[in-house]
């Protein structure tokens, strides 16, 4: 006979996206023949864990090695990356791209989400717009572009897009963010021209959310 009740279920405590139900079935040990399965287990939610890294834009004027810019753009200035003096207003730059983060995300999970910060600011308020972010893979955006439309200020602020349950519109996996060159571009809409006038990068943080999806359950005897 099919079994009566539902499996009981446990978790580790947390909050995440993903929630599991499960049902289990008895196999005749002569035949081999399977019964129907039980009622569902109660609806658990998965705990949800991340890992992140951050990196700096530059160190004494030399740009990170892990930074692909257009260098007409942009150049190194202290600890910072900057818009260069000759690059009109209107301009809509090209992504500014940060890999090599480094990330360790455990094989066999769910990778639900990616968060990214951007730390920057303006020589005067409004001197940049920060226009497009895109996560990036072997050299391509990957997944959906996002347009946040923020303007910087003249002290330092910290631009976030994505969480924990957001993929930017692509299937995520642990290797693609183990991968060194998984990260994330960032495009500056130049509001205003000359030496005066630009958009400094500070630094670059990434976050990747996933979830085990594994529980421990326990079955009633056969009837």
């Not at 226009?131 to 002290?155: H, I, M």
Request: charged share 10%; glycine share 12%.
């Amino acid at each position: 006979k099919e079994p009566q009740a539902a499996p009981v279920i446990t978790v580790a405590s947390g909050t995440g996206p993903n929630w599991v139900t499960y049902r289990y079935i008895y196999r005749d040990s002569t035949t081999q023949a399977i019964s129907n399965p039980s009622p569902e287990s109660v609806p658990q939610i998965v705990p949800q864990s991340s890992t992140s890294a951050n990196q700096v834009a530059a160190t004494g004027g030399t740009i990170n090695p892990n930074v692909t810019l257009n260098s007409s753009q942009y150049e190194g200035n202290g600890a910072q990356i900057r818009t260069t003096g000759s690059v009109t207003a209107g301009t809509l730059t090209d992504f500014i791209r940060i890999q090599g983060f480094g990330l360790s995300v455990p094989v066999g999970v769910n990778v639900d989400g990616v968060g990214i910060a951007v730390n920057w600011q303006g020589q005067y308020a409004g001197t940049g717009i920060m226009s497009n972010v895109a996560l990036f893979y072997q050299g391509t955006v990957l997944g959906e572009a996002k347009s946040p439309g923020a303007p910087n200020q003249q002290t330092a602020t910290t631009v976030t897009q994505g969480g924990g349950s957001d993929p930017w519109g692509a299937i995520l996996t642990p290797d693609i963010a183990n991968d060194p060159t998984f990260g994330f571009g960032v495009q500056i809409l130049t509001a205003a021209s000359g030496g005066s006038d630009r958009s400094f990068v500070n630094s670059f943080t990434i976050t990747v959310y996933y979830t085990v999806l594994s529980s421990t359950g326990t079955a009633m005897p056969s009837l």
